[in-house]
Nanobody
Framework: QVQLVESGGGSVQAGGSLKLSCAAS????????MGWFRQVVGKEREGVAT???????TYSDSVKGRFTISKDNAKNILYLEMNNLKPEDTATYYC?????????????????????????WGQGIPVTVSS
């Protein structure tokens, strides 16, 4: 069993920055891949940035060059540094973990198939970007 707790969300003006953290605990074999997703009310949850089981990173096109995913393996913390935030980044952000995950540039991060690779989810944290 895996527990994921997000922190660091909040409100910021467009162009600003935020850094999300996700403290992970539990079965390490169930955290071989980790990532960040986001969801807006009325829309599907979509992948933002992930580490797959081989440690490779993947970013959605909408955040490439602005967001950076990283992790501290010793502390079991996953981060998402978000720069040059835009109003369209407003969403609830979720930390997720899985056992076996695959990703590449052709794997659509908005799909149920992609999302279904992640078995454990945090409670979500809101991020609001005002114009």
């Amino acid at each position: 069993q895996v527990q994921l707790v997000e922190s660091g969300g909040g409100s910021v003006q467009a162009g600003g920055s935020l850094k999300l953290s996700c403290a992970a605990s539990g079965d390490r074999s169930s955290m071989l891949c980790m990532g960040w997703f986001r969801q807006v009310v009325g829309k599907e949850r979509e992948g933002v940035a992930t580490f797959d089981s081989d440690g490779e990173t993947t970013y959605s096109d909408s955040v490439k060059g602005r967001f950076t995913i990283s992790k501290d393996n010793a502390k079991n913390i996953l981060y998402l540094e978000m720069n040059n935030l835009k109003p369209e980044d407003t969403a609830t952000y979720y930390c997720a973990a899985g056992t076996l995950c695959y990703s590449d540039s052709d794997f659509d991060m908005t799909t149920t198939e992609f999302r279904g690779q992640f078995e454990s989810w945090g409670q979500g944290i809101p991020v609001t970007v005002s114009s």
